[in-house]
C-alpha cells in the first residue's frame, strides 16, 4: 500500500475479479467517505470475519444500530468519566513499576508486547466492566491467532475456504474464539450476580437511561467483545511502539523526563495531561508512524464521485492512515520522528484528515480521549519511575494484521531512575 500510494497517487483502482477497489490516499477524498457524504458509505465486506468475533459491535455495525450503540456509549466517555478512570491507569500503572523494579534489579529483560497487553487488558476490563481480567498466556496466544486468521481472510488472501469447513487453521480459529467467549461470558455473568458498580459500560449496556433498550445476551456478548478486544490491543500496540521508538531517539526520551520532572516527585492524577503536553505529542507522533488501525474499508451505496472520479454503487473504498501519515505532500520529512509537528500552532496548519489515528466523521472512535489519556498518563508515569538502558538496538518490523503491531516482541532493558 505504501508502494502504490508513492507510485500512483491520489486515487487507484484495483480490479479483482468483478470486484472494483478504489484505494484514497488524498485527505479530502478521505473527508468525503467518512464526513461529508458518510450515510452512503457502509462498512466493507472486508469486516465480515471480523464479525465471526465480534459480532455486531460498535466497530462492525451500520446504520440504526450502530446509532443506538454510540449513545449507549456516549455517558462511559463523558469527561467526568474519564477522569474517574484515570485513577485505575495510575494504579495499574504503578503495580506494573513494581513489578519491573523487581525485575530490573536481577537485570532482566523487560518483555514491553506482553507487559503492554496485560495491563491494557487490566485497565479496559477494571474500567469498562468493573472486573479486572487478568492476563493468561493462553488468552494471549487466542486472540494473536484470532486476530491473525482475521487478517489473513480480509486483507491478504481473497481466496479461502469457508469459515465452517475443518481445516486446521479453521478449527483452530474456532478453539481460539470459544476460549475468548469463555471469559467473556464470565464477566457478563460476574456482573449479573454481583453489579457494585452500576455506573460502567457494562451496567449502562444491561440498563441504559432514557428511552433506549437494553441489549440482549448476543448484543451484550459482541460489545464486551469488542471493547475488549479493540480497547486494550490498539493502545498496548502504541505502547510498544513508543519504547521502540525512544530506543532511537534517547534525547526525546529525556526531554519526556524532563516534562515529567517539573511536576515533581508527587503521584501523577487526571489534572496533569494538562502539563504533559509533550508526552502527548509523542503519543501522536507514534500513531502517525504506526496507526494502531492502519487500514479502513467502506462500501457505497448508491453511485458517488470522488474528486473527477465516478464511483459505480459497490464499489469497495479503501484508505489507510498508515500511508495518508506519511505521505509527503501533506508531511514534511514523514519518515522522520519528529513530536514537535504536533506542538499546537504547527498542528494547527496541518490539512484535515491527514492524520487519523482514530478515524473520522460521525464514526471518530468514541473512546480516543480515553486511549489519550491512558497512553499518556502510562507513559509519563514509567519514564519518571524508569529510563532505557543505552546502546540498546530495537529493530521491530511491522505487522499489518487487524491492527498494526510490532512483528517480533518488544523486549528491552531498562534502568531505574
Not at 60 to 79: C, I, M, N
Not at 308 to 314: A, K, Q, R, T
Not at 317 to 328: D, G, I, K
Not at 339 to 358: C, H, N, T, V
Request: charge should be neutral.
Amino acid at each position: 500500500m505504501l508502494d502504490s500510494a508513492e507510485e500512483c497517487g491520489d486515487i487507484l483502482l484495483f480490479k479483482m475479479l468483478n470486484k472494483k477497489i478504489y484505494f484514497l490516499n488524498k485527505p479530502e477524498y478521505i473527508k468525503h467517505v467518512l464526513h461529508t457524504n458518510h450515510k452512503n458509505y457502509h462498512k466493507s465486506p472486508g469486516y465480515k470475519p471480523l464479525r465471526l468475533v465480534g459480532g455486531m459491535g460498535i466497530f462492525t455495525s451500520d446504520g440504526e444500530l450502530w446509532l443506538k450503540q454510540r449513545k449507549l456509549y456516549q455517558p462511559a466517555f463523558s469527561h467526568q468519566s474519564i477522569k474517574n478512570y484515570s485513577g485505575i491507569v495510575i494504579n495499574n500503572t504503578n503495580e506494573l513499576l513494581n513489578e519491573w523494579k523487581v525485575a530490573i534489579e536481577k537485570g532482566d529483560k523487560i518483555n514491553l508486547s506482553e507487559y503492554m497487553m496485560r495491563i491494557t487488558m487490566g485497565i479496559i476490563s477494571e474500567t469498562m466492566f468493573s472486573k479486572r481480567v487478568e492476563y493468561q498466556t493462553g488468552m494471549w496466544e487466542a486472540m494473536n491467532y484470532v486476530l491473525e486468521w482475521i487478517g489473513d481472510r480480509a486483507l491478504r488472501n481473497p481466496f479461502v475456504l469457508p469459515a465452517k469447513w475443518p481445516t486446521k487453521k479453521n478449527k483452530r480459529f474456532w478453539e481460539s474464539t470459544a476460549l475468548l467467549n469463555e471469559i467473556i461470558y464470565k464477566v457478563i455473568d460476574d456482573k449479573k450476580k454481583d453489579n457494585s458498580n452500576p455506573d460502567d459500560l457494562l451496567s449502562r449496556f444491561m440498563n441504559p437511561e432514557g428511552d433506549l433498550e437494553g441489549l440482549s445476551p448476543k448484543e451484550l456478548r459482541d460489545e464486551v467483545m469488542t471493547i475488549f478486544v479493540a480497547g486494550h490491543e490498539t493502545t498496548a500496540n502504541v505502547l510498544m511502539w513508543t519504547f521502540h521508538v525512544l530506543t532511537q531517539h534517547p534525547e526525546i526520551e529525556e526531554k519526556l523526563h524532563e516534562e515529567v520532572k517539573k511536576l515533581g516527585d508527587r503521584e501523577l492524577n487526571y489534572e496533569d495531561l494538562h502539563h504533559l503536553l509533550y508526552t502527548a505529542q509523542v503519543c501522536n507522533e507514534v500513531m502517525r508512524l504506526y496507526p494502531p488501525v492502519w487500514h479502513l474499508g467502506r462500501m457505497n451505496l448508491e453511485a458517488d464521485k470522488i474528486g473527477d472520479y465516478e464511483i459505480p454503487p459497490g464499489s469497495h473504498v479503501r484508505m489507510s492512515p498508515l500511508t495518508t501519515h506519511r505521505h509527503p505532500n501533506y508531511w514534511e520529512n514523514p519518515e522522520v520522528f519528529n513530536p514537535d509537528r504536533f506542538e499546537k500552532e504547527q498542528y494547527d496548519r496541518q490539512k484535515p484528515f491527514s492524520f487519523i489515528p482514530f478515524g473520522g466523521g460521525p464514526r471518530l472512535c468514541a473512546g480516543r480521549n480515553f486511549a489519550m489519556m491512558e497512553m499518556v498518563l502510562m507513559l509519563a508515569k514509567i519514564v519518571q519511575k524508569v529510563k532505557l538502558a543505552p546502546n540498546q538496538k530495537s529493530e521491530v518490523e511491522m505487522a499489518p494484521l487487524m491492527t498494526l503491531r510490532p512483528k517480533q516482541d518488544v523486549i528491552l532493558q531498562f534502568e531505574l531512575r
